[in-house]
Nanobody
Framework: QVQLVESGGGSVQAGGSLRLSCAAS????????LAWFRQAPGKEREGVAA????????FYSDSVKGRFTISQDIAKNTLYLQMNNLKPEDTAMYYC???????????????WGQGTQVTVSS
């Protein structure tokens, strides 16, 4: 079992920045890849950023590429998502997830955090 606890969400104006954190714990957690997903009101959940085990490689959805940065502090068992130049369309519940493969496909998600809300006003 893997536990994921997000923090750092909030409300910000367009063009602003937020940093999300995710504390990971549990048996076997280092074996999984980590990623961030989000779900906007009325929309399906989508993957936005993923990081390979050890943090050597990252990739992003087209909608956030160049604005968001995923990283991890292995010593602290913490995953981050730095979000810059936020747009109203980034408003969503953001979830930290553990996946069985290095992927932004929802079918690869094994564990979900409880989510943290990000609201961007224009």
């Amino acid at each position: 079992q893997v536990q994921l606890v997000e923090s750092g969400g909030g409300s910000v104006q367009a063009g602003g920045s937020l940093r999300l954190s995710c504390a990971a714990s549990g048996n076997g957690y280092p074996r999984y890849c980590l990623a961030w997903f989000r779900q906007a009101p009325g929309k399906e959940r989508e993957g936005v950023a993923a990081i390979s085990p050890g943090g050597y490689s990252t990739f992003y959805s087209d909608s956030v590429k160049g604005r968001f940065t995923i990283s991890q502090d292995i010593a602290k068992n913490t995953l981050y998502l730095q979000m810059n130049n936020l747009k109203p369309e980034d408003t969503a519940m953001y979830y930290c997830v553990a996946t069985t493969e290095w992927s932004l496909e929802i079918k690869a998600v094994k564990y979900w955090g409880q989510g943290t809300q990000v609201t961007v006003s224009s």
